[in-house]
């Protein structure tokens, strides 16, 4: 089987004028945060949990997560390419890829996302996912890594046999991953809310920090929590004026939804605004207005609506349509932050296309817009403002 | 005059297919959370008053609460009933329902409102209000009860002779409750909001709390708002196994919106996680996304975007789209949280219905969801998940 | 040139029944909150600025603010006043612009709002600002004028020899001002956010934050940002009965976004429900919501979304939709809070007149609302409901 293509506009022809059409269609994307595909087979339990972004439990006996937009999205877009008839049942989705190897779906599914730039997370999973050469090759396209500030921090301190080392460490090993990494990442807000002093601490600050870390935790548990350590990594990237991503909104009910805000970060992107780094806010639903509010407010603040909208599905042109309300179109990005399945890979370009054409083509449709300038901010969130923002080829 | 019917997708037929028109006007409702019908006929200024939720005060002179969407809602669909022409003026329309009485009113819109189980909260008007026997035989319907955990603790603190009866007392009655009420519910948000510290109080703690309440308020005045009392009270009950409704969202402004956002909850729907009590989020508005979010992050969590529906009218359609973001279907269900006026009961009902429709439709239209789907979740959300959850017949 | 008319419904027609898009044409609106137009010629610089609410730096080389939905709606619905094609692109727009004086786009755009009265606040750009006179001889208006309460106090101040003058003086200056301004405004919002404690202060307590304030401060640098200082005014100006603007939401990176959600103020709304003065809430967005929620639960409380409709361009007709939820149609109102550019007096009112027609011409296409009532609907909020508050002509 090789790999197809998906009609993105198929049903809705009549809503998106046919130049934005073959633009949103043929556009080559740069997805600028993803992870890996799960490298081994994986169980039906699994596949369902991997399409609940909210909970880490096996998913209870008296539902299934296809009964989901997102699962509803797989059976009508991914069924089409395994063979089967749009829609077709939960039980023959499964069928049909539990028959095929995780390699067979790879070379099926990235392709068909059209993306030829990965910008990949590859801190989580290790053991589990391919890596991002690994995505590349099955894709054909680039792939770029991201640094995660968290896990740097934890393999720094596992190596320090002094406390006062950790800082000066970590701005070694942030300068020499600033060399070749197309930017760092935060996950503040699963570790200790985005709700905190981002003001930059002192060396003493971290230093006694990493020392109550490092005496109360084995060195094969450690994992950074101290919001002290935290504002120190960040603004250890944001010195070295690559970018920095920041996971805001959507994910799984290990944060606090409501303390992932990106208003939270308002001390931190006024002490920033002239470092010369970009701030890249990820997902931000429910908080994208917000997110789009930052973006027009500070020239170094960018964001995407990735993740979201693939849980959303069908709802995902109300979704992007509020996601041009404020922020200047250079301000935003397409990502899919897919995780594991390569459904969700490709699912987010098969959404972020029928999306855009489907919020752009009304403001086309009724003279909002013009075609050409709809063509042309496609052109810039699909692709070149990530070029532009991660310096790509 | 007979019970009529509404024709709930006059003007939107080419909205949404045949398939799911005729499913959803045919569909018998479970209605989760209602209150009564008014015993006694009603005056005007009552009657406005009964269809604003914020505001305790009577309607000012300068303004009708018939010009709002509710307003706008009554005269185009409940006009009709009543055998007046849709959109009949407010003065007609007061004439016409000032001229029936309020068995006829109930015995006309009720039936209209296909709902064959009502779970009512009886715990609020009682001298005013039909009680749910009532409302099922004008309806043709079954009825369940809601146990309201507040109204239970101030009965059983005005019989406590010593504030240590407290707790033991308040635990039998639960379970005495338990064996035949349909679940219980909290009012939490209008007591002490939804920001408090919702871990479980030891004996000692609750007993303190009481002592200091019965100490300070005549026993004829008594009112649950301490929020250690409280946390007592939801977590015996969850410890019951029986589904827990919990306000949240758009109420009275004796209420704090801003301390009514489900993500308060947080540390409660951790603790509960695995407690085999479901978790009932009612109404949400404006927080009906976070609610959503909780319904796809915990197994034990299910929501409603009731009472908004009637409140937003013609706009409900988009409120009833956001309710279809990341929650699993099986986690959503239906109520109209309607209070006296049975104009309240039916319209929740028809503009589900409507509303469903045109969402659903669109979705369907495109392509995006088979029809089979669409009906089948219409079906879940409208009667069965809450037979699920209810354990309903 | 002379003053041209805009289209407004261009490429909507089918959208939006035509008693609809008559009365909206016509309809001469009240804007309740606007500043004036530049004096000066402007650059190109100051013009991007200006498009950018959230940030006070000049527009980053890589990118045009332009490339926004206020960009693109200048570009559509100005241009043609210029001469110019719809979608001129934006070095065209420029260069037009730049060949016309500031009077003549003046002369040319005020009137093409079809605005009879504009309520200025002149507290800011005094020197670059045209006043309230110069606005309404230009477009042929009425104007009356807002008091800002910030601004009035620091006059106060200034002029205090002694800290104890300060209460007297500012009550005696608001009983002034009340006699012939149309309404008061607090930005408490920019300056202290409006999660303060909103209670009366004594006097005593406003003496003495008056007394920190101009020990520390010189006369010619006061700025008021005491919250005890604030709430004073704000009930001073309450106190006498005329309408009190209140800035929410949407504003530059100066103020704390969260900060402004304005149910921060429900215990200021619930002390001053009796008062007999009109609470306005500006702007909103995006808490435009939340704002119609406490307009249905306060008598006294009424709200617009001016600037976001101008801010989201093509989007606007969603964020009218859900300014149509919950509140009375009596209590909300137009505004565009225009500032510099003439362009946005004029898009504030074509932008309002074509998303409502796009709002309300789809409930009254499905048969939800009647004509008639849209078209009464649309008088209300644009005209009829200011003129009732500010009780002019």
Request: charged share 20%; proline share 5%; net charge negative.
């Amino acid at each position: 089987m090789t790999s197809g293509t998906v009609d993105v506009f198929a049903g809705v022809e009549h809503e998106v004028p046919s130049m934005l059409r073959e633009a949103l269609t043929g556009l080559e994307l740069v997805d600028h945060h993803v992870h890996g595909t799960y490298a081994d087979d994986i169980t039906r339990n699994v596949f369902e949990q991997s399409i609940n972004e909210g909970s880490p439990d096996p998913v209870p006996a008296f539902m299934s997560m296809f009964d989901s937009q997102l699962g509803f999205a797989i059976r009508r877009w991914v069924a089409p390419l395994l063979g089967l008839a749009p829609h077709a049942s939960a039980d023959q989705y499964w069928t049909r890829r539990a028959s095929m190897s995780s390699q067979e779906l790879d070379s099926l599914l990235l392709p068909a996302a059209r993306v030829t730039g990965w910008i990949v997370d590859e801190s989580i999973g290790l053991d589990a996912l391919r890596s991002p050469g690994d995505l590349a090759s099955a894709s054909g396209a680039d792939s770029n890594r991201l640094v995660r500030l968290e896990r740097l921090a934890e393999s720094v301190a596992a190596e320090c046999a002094d406390p006062a080392e950790f800082v000066d460490r970590v701005r070694a090993a942030v300068a020499a991953e600033s060399a070749d990494a197309a930017g760092f990442k935060s996950i503040a807000a699963y570790r200790c809310g985005l709700d905190i002093d981002w003001s930059r601490p002192s060396d003493d600050a971290v230093t006694a920090a990493v020392s109550a870390w490092l005496r109360t935790t084995p060195a094969d548990r450690l994992r950074t929590v101290d919001p002290v350590i935290i504002a120190f990594l960040v603004h250890s990237a944001v010195d070295r004026g690559r970018p920095l991503q920041l996971h805001i909104g959507l994910g799984d009910r290990d944060l606090d939804l409501d303390r992932t805000n990106p208003l939270h970060l308002l001390p931190l992107l006024r002490s920033t605004a002239e470092s010369g780094s970009a701030v890249m806010l990820l997902h931000c639903w429910p908080f994208h207005r917000e997110a789009g509010y930052l973006a027009q407010a500070f020239d170094h603040v960018h964001f995407d609506i990735g993740l979201a909208i693939n849980f959303v599905g069908a709802q995902s042109a109300q979704v992007v349509r509020e996601s041009f309300e404020v922020a200047p179109f250079a301000k935003q990005l397409y990502s899919s932050d897919a995780y594991g399945l390569p459904e969700l890979h490709l699912l987010g370009s098969v959404l972020w296309r029928r999306s855009m054409g489907l919020a752009l083509g009304e403001w086309v449709r009724r003279g909002d817009w013009s075609a050409d300038d709809a063509v042309r901010v496609a052109q810039m969130i699909g692709a070149e403002n990530a070029r532009r923002v991660y310096t790509l080829r």
